[in-house]
């Protein structure tokens, strides 16, 4: 074509475009953590702290040494990555059985999960919070992990059958003449072959876990379980007209990190056309 | 090894009663038209499908109900069905692994058989990475590196080009031979079927045509079916009428050996069978040969020359009756040829050209005679044909 540096300098202005638009609002937070409180106080709208409101590392240092902040971090990281395991543990198994056998009720499974997918979070608050009351779940990690896998198996199961039913039958047919038992055969060829579906799940549910604000702030009452958005909002440090808008900021991107680490980590993991060369090419 | 009396069905047959004995170290092939029943027939031997009713002998004991780990059966699939997630190595270790074999006897056996398939310097490298043939020899490995009691081959070298197809086929049976594994090989090919089986065993709809040696079902088929199949360029059949020992034929009339004539007395309207070998052009031939077959003249539309064969081809009038039952012929053969025509193959030095009226010699004692009602070949030699079932 030739208009091809054309071409190639618009993709490279839209890109530009977008990851500014994506990528502004984390900038800011970036900043606003590394400015001293006074220089939020005193009004400092410049990207840069101005003079002498450079505050360091001293923010995170004051964040992190908060008790609470550290137990709601902990909570998070139990939380969600106790609600990934098992969800996509549930849903791998479920994926499979949807994609590989036929059962009465097949039909029915699907469109009961995607129904629950759709359901309004908020409008299981209510509920929920008072059945945890009454039968002692409220203000526990289970009290979280259940809603968390509840909300994330729908798309995971969906999410993985696909991926299984892009596996050629014939792989597992092998696996069974070499001499697996339907659970080796399962656990060795399909479960490698299907990783990339594996990990995807994992991390659409980590992501949805650890983000919740809804749950996080309704079902739990102390730091014995509230994870780390909900705890955010009671950051409101000595003054409580005056929010510590910079410490909050600290705490912000301490709280992303983890996620962006399980990101560059599962990220690896999802190469697609694993299953190129299984079959013939 | 086995005595198998099988049908399968969900509610249609897809394999119906069929028997087939296979002797110890025996290379058998299942041959037959796409639909045929000859994937299913073999999936039910490994296990992977359902036996409706009969039973599966291996070695003296019922399987029906065993899973495919449980009969030691190794299978080569169409696809090949390797583990994209493993190197050529563990694919081929993969049985070994399940199996619970040591480090060392893994090593040991793995490294027999990449060398027997010169898969050596790749071991290290995905499946992904290889060339098709390669990957045909990896699922190979697969297969040889555990002491299986047979092979199972599921069409295996439809994937293939024509070049590789004919040299894994000879790797294939010296692979057979040196090992002396019972080996059950499905293909829709005849060119397969005829250079690589013992036996071979011809399907049509899930029902066994005919199981004999290669040379019996060439030379002696049982029926219109296999006549059709096996060869290649096809038998001829033409629309004949016997009276005493001749036969009259589109081209002439032309005299058949008396025992034969005597198995078709008044049978009236006859297809015969001939294959395009069993002719030639009369100038070519001998006098001492002349006697065993009888001469004819006819228009050859389209010559083929081939440097040492020619190919001609002759076309001709059926009658409606025969007419119809070779239409069916050829949908069961899967061709779709809507032209009556003979094709003969003469020897390269005949000088025949097209639209020339040539004098054609044929040997009539190659000739069959087939029931056009049934498709049943009158003139077959029982002793000489294997196995032909009888369906009522």
Not at chain 1, 114 to 126: D, E, K, N, R, T
Request: one cysteine or more; a negative charge.
């Amino acid at each position: 074509m030739g208009n091809s540096p054309l071409r190639k300098a618009g993709i490279a202005v839209g890109a530009l475009l977008i990851l500014t638009w994506c990528l502004l609002p984390v900038a800011w937070i970036i900043s606003l953590s590394f400015k001293s409180q006074e220089s939020i106080t005193n009004g400092n709208p410049g990207f840069l702290p101005g003079d002498g409101t450079f505050a360091g590392w001293d923010n995170y240092v004051a964040a992190w040494d908060n008790e609470q902040f550290r137990r709601a971090i902990f909570n998070s990281i139990g939380i969600s990555l106790i609600a990934t395991v098992l969800s996509v543990i549930i849903a791998t198994l479920a994926a499979y059985a949807i994609a590989r056998l036929e059962f009465k009720g097949k039909k029915l499974v699907l469109t009961t999960a995607l129904a629950i997918a759709m359901f309004p979070v908020v409008s299981l608050v209510g509920p929920l919070f008072d059945m945890w009351r009454a039968i002692g779940l409220y203000d526990t990690w289970a009290g979280l992990v259940i809603p968390y896998m509840s909300f994330t198996l729908p798309l995971a199961i969906w999410t993985l059958s696909a991926f299984f039913r892009e596996i050629p039958w014939e792989m597992e047919q092998a696996a069974q003449v070499d001499g697996a038992t339907s659970w080796q055969a399962f656990r060795k060829v399909i479960v490698p072959l299907a990783a990339p579906g594996v990990f995807t799940a994992a991390i659409l549910t980590f992501f949805f876990a650890w983000n919740d604000f809804v749950f996080g702030i309704s079902l739990t009452s102390t730091e014995a379980a509230r994870p780390i958005p909900a705890s955010l909002s009671f950051f409101v440090g000595a003054d409580p007209f005056n929010r510590p808008a910079s410490l909050l900021a600290a705490g912000a991107v301490i709280a992303t990190i983890p996620i962006i680490v399980i990101v560059l980590v599962f990220q690896r993991k999802i190469v697609a056309g694993l299953t190129s060369g299984a079959v013939k090419g | 090894m086995k005595n198998i009396v099988k049908k399968y069905g969900d509610g249609f047959p897809a394999v119906n009663d069929v028997s087939i004995d296979i002797a110890d170290g025996e290379f058998v092939i299942l041959v037959g038209p796409s639909g045929c029943g000859k994937s299913t027939l073999l999936r039910m031997i490994v296990g992977l499908e359902d036996i409706t009713s009969g039973d599966m002998m291996i070695g003296g004991k019922r399987v029906n109900d065993l899973a495919p780990r449980d009969r030691n059966l190794a299978m080569v699939f169409q696809n090949y069905a390797l583990y994209p997630h493993l190197t050529v190595f563990e694919n081929i270790a993969f049985p070994l692994r399940l199996a619970g074999a040591s480090d060392a006897e893994i090593q040991e056996k793995v490294r027999t058989a990449s060398k027997t398939l010169e898969l050596d310097e790749h071991l290290e490298r995905k499946p992904g990475n290889l060339s098709g043939g390669q990957r045909q020899r990896v699922a190979m490995g697969r297969a040889i590196v555990r002491d299986a009691d047979a092979f199972l081959f599921d069409e295996p070298l439809s994937n293939l080009d024509a070049k590789l197809r004919g040299q894994m086929r000879t790797e294939i049976a010296r692979l057979q031979k040196k090992l002396g594994i019972t080996t059950v090989y499905v293909t829709h090919d005849q060119t397969e079927a005829m250079t690589l089986g013992d036996r071979v065993a011809v399907l049509k709809r899930g029902l066994l045509q005919q199981l004999a040696s290669p040379r019996e079902l060439y030379e002696n088929p049982g029926n219109l079916f296999v006549a059709g199949f096996i060869g290649s360029p096809p038998m001829n059949f033409l629309p004949a009428k016997v009276d005493g020992t001749k036969v009259e034929l589109p081209f002439g009339t032309v005299e058949i050996p008396a025992e034969k004539a005597e198995r078709v007395a008044g049978k009236g309207l006859l297809i015969a069978g001939i294959r395009p070998g069993a002719f030639e052009d009369a100038s070519l031939i001998d006098t001492s040969h002349a006697n065993l077959g009888s001469t004819f003249r006819a228009k050859v539309d389209v010559v083929e020359w081939l440097g040492n064969e020619t190919y001609a081809y002759l076309p001709f009038e059926a009658p409606p009756e025969v007419q119809e039952q070779l239409l069916q012929l050829e949908k069961d053969l899967d061709g779709d040829s809507l032209r009556t025509q003979l094709v003969i193959s003469l020897d390269g030095a005949s000088r025949v050209k097209e639209g020339d009226e040539a004098e054609i010699w044929v040997d009539t004692t190659q000739m069959h005679l087939f029931d056009p009602a049934s498709g049943d070949n009158l003139t077959v030699d029982h002793e000489n044909a294997g196995q032909i079932p009888v369906y009522a």
